[in-house]
């Protein structure tokens, strides 16, 4: 079952969000949902699209996003 990941940047996107959304699946693909400017508002709408049986989880340890992995 996939979860629903909130992730800190390292640097602040164009538009000042330092919140990154997306979903990870069991076989390590991964959907970008979306950059947003507050953690309270990422993990909000991460546990509205999660709904009830779905897992959250928040990563504070900042990423530096350069390169796209391929699996």
């Known amino acids: 079952m ?3 990941v909130v992730q ?10 330092k ?4 979903t990870e699946h069991p076989d390590g693909a991964r959907t970008t949902l979306g ?3 507050k953690r309270t508002a990422a993990v909000t709408v991460a546990r509205l699209l999660a709904g009830r ?12 996003i350069d390169a796209w992995r391929v699996a």
């Not at 800190?8 to 969000?17: D, I, K, P, Q, S």
């Not at 919140?19 to 997306?22: A, C, D």
């Not at 779905?54 to 990563?59: A, F, H, L, P, Y």
């Open 2 to 4: 996939s979860k629903f």
């Open 8 to 17: 800190r940047l390292a640097e602040h996107t164009e538009r000042g969000n």
């Open 19 to 22: 919140w990154h959304l997306f």
């Open 35 to 37: 950059y947003h400017m």
């Open 53 to 64: 049986r779905g897992k959250v989880e928040v990563r504070d340890k900042a990423v530096r």
